[in-house]
């Protein structure tokens, strides 16, 4: 599916300091419903966002009006669990472009890169610099260069190199879909198909 | 030069190589369900193209299914819409589904190996992560996205980068009442839930090459539990041995022509892994989770760690345990249960029942626990049914329900309610998992029988021991 492309992104981030981050939390299986991506936004972080009666939780960092941006940082191990697309979906519904983190789950990584959300891995150290920027002022923009593979924090000026392939990156750069190469393969995996016994 | 299972599988199946990139890797076989496909099938048409090779696609209902009364229309108007999307989609495609009240229905990695789709030295993905148990066969499995599942419905290629291979093994023998599920729960609590990220895990020693079919489908299902891709064990006589005979299966001279391939699925003396671990099996009791991720268990005699004892964020720990609202330092052995859960693609398989059954026996379900009973397949149902395990059950106070994923994800109406406790046989005890405010306690077959007859966390051996007096 088509997504926007990514290039250079700033702006101020949702800080998130928590370990574990699963996608069950992420978008709850019985919001899994869907039989078209739409809406997953409204229900993201769900169970940690609202209460049973549908009020908002107050101390929930997605309700409290002085944090908002683009980019979410999350404690390590984010999106660990299950396959579910629908929290990458859910992700990037809600207005999130990038997520940060000092460690990512495999499979929300591979899930993100392919809806045109930029998974963004930096060292523990930077990760603690970015929550207590954040922490000290709401409103500190980081940027995200994704041409140069790198990311800032705007008011002090540290910087980061993250890692992403090269074939990823340029589809993130112009909006490609991995689709779309492998239907121009055909050929050659029909060929591969016939000599591979069901 | 000596090659890894894991890189023989994965090298075979490599149509292209990117360069600064993914490997794109031919897939043998694809298995769908509902929730992870409606998308992926939009695509499909949105291009304007048909699945490929339909032959090596399967489909079948678990995740969203009623385990009450499948005979019936699916009463949430949701679930019975993204039923249909999936039955609709099957036959535009020509995909063979196996719908509800359909005999091989069941959950999807169970119904897998039961018909023989599942084979030694096969790529295998579905849209969902507990593919994993299907490297129990010596395949490379692995669950995928929804943007890979339209990948492979269109392509019957995935783009990935080749993990890093690890090898876990475990040698000595395993103690009395200590079950597969307690020695995947032991790894993941010595790895934690990410320590295995970014590899794909072999499995090798003594204990795993003793372990019955089941058993290995156990412990591989959990690989990802740790963080790992996926998990496999090398195909050995027990392996083929399960596989003859199964419909999907090769057969005749085919078999034979197979049988010589999957004979060399195994390690090479002198591979090299880029990571090595080891445990021994004495060291492993039975497991029980205290926490809300699967890397926090320990073993049932033990009391739940002190945050200063654990690694990691202090945070992150005491934001779990008030969610179980435990205390550190407590005992797990006594603590009071409302609800069992036996069932998943963890453990809801014949042996699982047999050993649940078996502990059961002649006692009777604590009056205030309420148990669901959920077979994996039709198959499981009706073995279940023929090996007298019914009856036992039902002496016991026990009822079965119909097959399905159930309370392991809660999409259906089987939900623990919010602040009761369950032991449950399934795979992740993530906050809400079984249901808003639910708190799962992991733990193997026969924890959770202990569980069901005391109404409390108890040590299965002690069962065990009055049942040999």
Request: net charge negative.
């Amino acid at each position: 599916m088509a997504y926007d492309k990514f290039n250079v992104l700033k702006s101020t981030a949702v800080p998130m300091p928590i370990e574990n981050v699963d996608t069950d939390q992420i978008i709850p299986a019985r919001f899994l419903k869907a039989t078209e991506r739409k809406g997953f936004g409204d229900n993201l972080f769900r169970d940690w966002r609202y209460n049973p009666d549908n009020t908002p939780k107050e101390h929930f960092v997605l309700n409290n009006p002085i944090y908002s941006g683009k980019i979410l940082v999350g404690g390590k191990n984010f999106g660990s669990g299950s396959s579910r697309e629908h929290a990458a979906w859910a992700v990037y519904d809600y207005g999130f472009r990038c997520v940060v983190s000092s460690f990512f789950a495999d499979i929300f990584r591979n899930n993100c890169l392919n809806v045109g959300v930029l998974p963004v891995q930096v060292s523990p150290e930077y990760l603690q610099q970015i929550f207590s920027a954040i922490e000290a002022d709401p409103n500190t923009q980081l940027e995200v260069n994704l041409p140069e593979q790198t990311i800032t924090i705007c008011s002090t000026g540290d910087q980061e190199s993250f890692a992403i392939n090269g074939y990823k990156k340029e589809n993130m750069l112009n909006g490609f879909d991995d689709i779309d190469y492998l239907l121009n393969l055909k050929e050659k995996i029909k060929g591969f198909a016939e000599n591979t016994p069901l | 030069m000596s090659k890894t299972l894991f890189a023989k599988v994965w090298d075979s199946h490599v149509v292209q190589k990117i360069e600064d990139g993914p490997d794109v890797l031919f897939i043998d076989r694809h298995l769908v369900h509902e929730v992870t496909s409606p998308v992926a099938f939009l695509g499909l048409k949105n291009r304007n193209i048909k699945v490929l090779y339909p032959e090596r696609t399967f489909a079948t209902a678990d995740h969203n299914t009623p385990t009450l009364n499948q005979h019936l229309p699916v009463e949430d108007p949701l679930s019975a819409k993204q039923l249909q999307a999936l039955e609709d989609n099957a036959q535009e495609h020509n995909i063979p589904y196996w719908g509800l009240g359909h005999e091989k229905n069941g959950i999807v990695h169970v119904i897998g190996p039961e018909n023989g789709i599942t084979l030694p030295g096969a790529t295998i993905v579905c849209g969902d992560s507990h593919t994993s148990t299907h490297g129990a066969f010596g395949a490379i499995a692995f669950g995928i996205g929804t943007s890979e599942v339209e990948m492979v419905l269109s392509s019957q290629c995935i783009m990935q980068p080749k993990p890093k291979s690890m090898r876990i093994t475990i040698n000595g023998k395993l103690n009395p009442a200590v079950t597969p599920k307690d020695v995947a729960l032991y790894i993941i609590s010595r790895l934690s839930t990410s320590g295995a990220t970014g590899y794909f895990v072999e499995y090798a020693g003594e204990v795993f090459r003793n372990m019955s079919m089941e058993g290995r489908m156990t412990v591989c299902n959990l690989s990802i539990e740790m963080g790992a891709r996926g998990g496999m064990i090398a195909p050995d006589e027990k392996t083929f041995e399960y596989i003859k005979g199964r419909e999907f299966a090769p057969k005749g001279e085919a078999w034979n022509e197979t049988m010589k391939y999957w004979q060399t699925l195994k390690t090479d003396k002198g591979a090299v892994f880029d990571k090595e671990i080891e445990f021994q099996g004495e060291d492993i009791e039975p497991m029980i989770t205290y926490g809300t991720n699967p890397g926090m268990g320990v073993g049932i005699s033990n009391g739940i760690p002190s945050a200063k004892d654990v690694e990691g964020g202090v945070d992150t720990f005491k934001k779990s345990l008030a969610y179980m609202d435990f205390k550190e330092g407590e005992d797990m052995l006594g603590k009071k249960i409302d609800f069992v859960f036996l069932g998943s693609c963890t453990n809801g398989r014949i042996e699982d029942f047999r050993a649940f059954a078996s502990l059961v026996k002649g006692h009777k379900k604590a009056a205030h626990v309420t148990a669901w009973l959920v077979p994996g397949s039709h198959k499981v149902e009706e073995a279940i049914e023929e090996e007298g395990i019914l009856d036992i059950l039902q002496e016991a106070g026990f009822e079965l329900r119909e097959p399905g994923c159930s309370a392991c994800l809660a999409m259906n109406d089987d939900k623990i309610p919010a602040g009761k406790y369950a032991v449950s046989t399934s795979n992740r005890n993530f906050e809400g998992r079984q249901g808003p405010g639910a708190r799962t306690l992991l733990a193997s077959p026969l924890v959770a029988a202990a569980a069901a007859i005391t109404g409390k966390v108890t040590d299965p051996r002690e069962l065990l021991q009055t049942q040999t007096v």
